[in-house]
């Protein structure tokens, strides 16, 4: 490795951050060390990354980190790497994250043993103690109390300090503080201590809604056998899973879990995937077929190809996937992220004012009054506001993907719900995708040779026609011959030279700008059409060699799918680069509007013209040849059948290829949206009401915390009933 930069990394593993207001803390304090040049804090991972210029400054972070409240509990450093390394995307390395991932799945701290936790509890026992010392010997009382909020206001303090000289003055922690002191001044001792332990008791709660998602996903690492049974040479050993190198034969026996992706070698067997993607009915799967991670083989032995390390199969990237939307920030929780900058020292301003103003110009009782303020400095406690989004998504996010529903963020899915027109891509996405050749038809060549040159040419193409095409020669035992200069062109076909002369094999169209038909070739072509076929012909230098008809099977739910759709206001059309006769044969069956012989270029196009006509375009496709209009879709949903799906260019996706799950999809983006609403309500709701309470003088100090951490209840509470939909 050349040392190009002297620029350095540090990578730490930290506890304690379970809110959304830690990162920023973090970020905001760790960029202030001199040298620092960047910061990427991962909430749901725990990590803390930092790019500095060489410099040592290890200790400083982990004193910055630490003076905050949280711990560290690992750090790296890595110093002159190269560039690449040097990404702050908040991942860990390749190579390490299969071991994070084995962390995480490792029964954690609980939370009585977590320092927060610890805190809170000494916090609790103190004042119990406290309230008894006080019975026993009055006098005392007051001194009792005292020290008994010490306990857990010290810690609190200290990270009010550490934060203001971050440049973060108003801080939860800053409220605190001033507020306990206050009441200790005013002679309120006892609720100061009361209101300090509420207070870390609403902090403890925090994290929870956020870490059961968070473990929800992670559980699915748990599927995954912890051994394999490798063949090799003839021999069965059982061997560490995460040894299995890709390429490598697998057995797997009737009743065990699979404990790799991979195709099926040899054997027959129903295979159920409901752990994985909540499909719940087994799935009868044969050679050649995609088999994976964590599902469990029914009643035969299976011999299977691994095709993916473990830290690469599809459990471990939708954990991945999930985890990293997790930490994006929906546009939600950035408006309230924004929005409690200004409330918190608001309140601190209306805080103030009642303290003073009533006393120093009417004549009010200045011990009332400053009572009085200082429970609005509780109130200006944001704390269940701050999790009221991020606590939604996170549950949401594992809730989907434990059913196979798969979006990167809370930007997704926010955004998903609102879609008002859905293009469907027609090969793999409403059909199943595995075409079958029905017909072949010789016009100017025999039989064999249209389907000899045909997949010749298609030998190294991955699209669906391709591979029907292929499979039919394979059953026919054909010997292809070799091509020289081919080239596929999207949404067209494929042409080659082939025994010295041009080849094309594509759509019927392209094929009449090489060699034109015949009417009464035309006419067999559009019969198959009529039957819903798609036709690709076959072009020999310049005469029409053939025809190949194949038939694509509809999805069993697309019809269903499409209505759940309409049903809910969004308009549906199918976009095909397939023919006009054969896409309305299907259109009809569907019910939907049809727009065909489109180049891949058109389907972008058309997503443009709807943008500009006001919709708010999803796309769905299999990512083959339609990733232009998947990307310039508001949102790109990629179809399909697991391992394979183009999970990273598009910007959700359906695990097991359900058209009802893009309604699904909708539907749990609305009921994401509904209950952040709530939780907002709630989180504000509850604020105003103890603040008219606060100041027509009802309600004291610990009811105005109390009304956070009971805020931070209910909006926990709410936001595990999103993920309670993926756990039955
Ligand atoms: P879809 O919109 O259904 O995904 P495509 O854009 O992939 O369809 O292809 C449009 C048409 O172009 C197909 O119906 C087929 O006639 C032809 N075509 C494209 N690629 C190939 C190929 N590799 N082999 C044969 N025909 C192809
Ligand atoms: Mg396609």
């Not at 790799?260 to 499909?279: F, M, N, Q, W």
């Not at 793999?428 to 995708?433: A, M, S």
């Not at 030998?459 to 596929?488: C, M, V, W």
């Not at 936001?719 to 039955?728: D, I």
């Amino acid at each position: 490795m050349t040392v190009t930069t002297r620029a350095a990394k540090i990578s730490l593993q930290v506890e304690g951050m379970d809110c959304a207001s830690c990162a920023t803390k973090i970020e905001t304090a760790l960029h202030r060390i001199d040298g620092v040049t960047d910061v990427a804090v991962s909430v749901p991972r725990g990590t803390v990354t930092v790019l500095h210029d060489g410099k040592e400054i290890d200790d400083r972070v982990r004193k910055q980190i630490s003076d905050l409240g949280y711990q560290v509990t690992r750090l790296e450093a890595v110093s002159g790497d190269g560039p690449k390394d040097n990404r702050v995307d908040g991942k860990p390395p390749h190579e390490e994250s299969h071991s994070h991932i084995d962390e995480r799945a490792a029964p954690g701290q609980r939370w009585w043993q977590t320092r927060k936790g610890m805190l809170t509890i000494a916090s609790g026992a103190a004042l119990a103690i406290a309230f008894l010392v006080g019975k026993a010997v009055p006098a005392t009382e007051q001194w009792a109390f005292l020290l008994a909020m010490m306990v857990g206001l010290i810690p609190i303090a200290r990270r009010s300090l550490s934060a203001a000289r971050a440049g973060m003055p108003f801080s939860i922690e800053m409220l605190m503080t001033i507020a306990a002191v206050g009441a200790i001044i005013i002679g309120a001792a006892e609720e100061a201590a009361a209101v300090v332990f509420l207070f870390l008791i609403g902090e403890l709660l925090e994290g929870v809604a956020a870490n059961r998602a968070r473990a929800s996903i992670q559980d699915l690492t748990k599927l995954i056998p912890k051994t394999a049974r490798l063949e090799d040479n003839g021999q069965v050993s059982e061997v560490q899973a995460d040894t299995l190198a890709v390429g490598a034969i697998i057995q797997i026996r009737p009743g065990d879990r699979i404990s790799a992706d991979g195709v099926i070698v040899s054997g027959e067997s129903s295979i159920d995937e409901a752990p994985v993607t909540g499909e719940s009915t087994p799935i009868r799967k044969g050679p050649e077929e995609i088999v994976f991670a964590g599902t469990v083989n029914g009643d035969g032995l299976l011999r299977v190809r691994v095709t993916a390390a473990a830290s690469d199969n599809t459990i471990a990237r939708v954990v991945r996937l999930v985890e990293e939307a997790q930490e994006s920030k929906a546009p939600t929780e950035r408006f309230i992220d924004r929005f409690s900058r200004y409330y918190t020292p608001g309140v601190v301003a209306v805080a103030a004012l009642v303290a003073f103003v009533p006393p120093l110009l009417f004549g009010g009782g200045w011990s009332g009054w400053i009572y009085k303020g200082l429970a609005i400095l509780l109130i200006g406690c944001p704390c269940a506001l701050v999790i009221s989004t991020p606590a939604a998504i996170a549950a949401s996010l594992s809730a989907g993907a434990r059913r196979g529903l798969l979006m990167k963020g809370g930007a997704v899915l926010e955004q998903i719900g609102k879609i008002t027109v859905a293009c469907f891509d027609k090969t793999g996405t409403l059909t199943v995708g595995k075409p079958q050749v029905t017909d072949i038809i010789s016009f100017g060549r025999n039989e064999a040779d249209v389907l000899r040159f045909a997949a010749a040419l298609e030998a190294g193409s991955s699209h669906p026609l391709a591979k029907a095409i292929l499979r039919k020669a394979g059953e026919r035992q054909l010997s292809l011959p070799p091509t020289s200069d081919a080239n596929a062109i999207g949404g067209v076909g494929v042409r080659a030279v082939v025994e010295g002369i041009e080849v094309f094999v594509g759509s019927p169209k392209a094929a009449g700008e090489r060699a034109p038909m015949t009417s009464e070739q035309s006419s067999q072509v559009s019969a198959l059409n009529h039957e819903g076929k798609t036709v690709s012909i076959v072009v020999a230098g310049h005469e029409v060699a053939g025809a190949i008809a194949m038939r694509d099977e509809l999805r069993p739910d697309a019809r269903a799918g499409l209505k759940a759709l309409t049903e809910v206001g969004i308009k549906a059309v199918l976009l095909t680069g397939d023919n006009r006769r054969t896409a309305n044969a299907i259109g009809e069956q569907l019910g939907i509007e049809v727009q065909s012989e489109l180049l891949p270029e058109d389907k972008q196009r058309i997503v443009g013209q709807f943008q500009k006509e006001g919709w708010l375009v999803a796309k769905i496709g299999d990512g083959i040849n339609d990733a232009p209009a998947l990307a310039a879709a508001d949102v790109g949903i990629a179809m399909g059948g697991g391992a394979d799906v183009a999970l990273e260019t598009a910007d959700a996706a359906i695990l097991h290829g359900r058209v009802l799950d893009v309604a699904a999809m909708v539907d749990l983006s609305k009921r994401t949206m509904i209950n952040i609403r709530q939780n907002i309500a709630v989180a504000l709701g509850l604020k105003a009401v103890f603040l008219v309470t606060t100041v027509i003088g009802v309600t004291g100090l610990w009811p105005a915390i109390l009304a956070d951490t009971g805020a931070t209840v209910l909006v926990t509470l709410n936001a595990l009933r999103l993920l309670k939909v993926a756990e039955n």
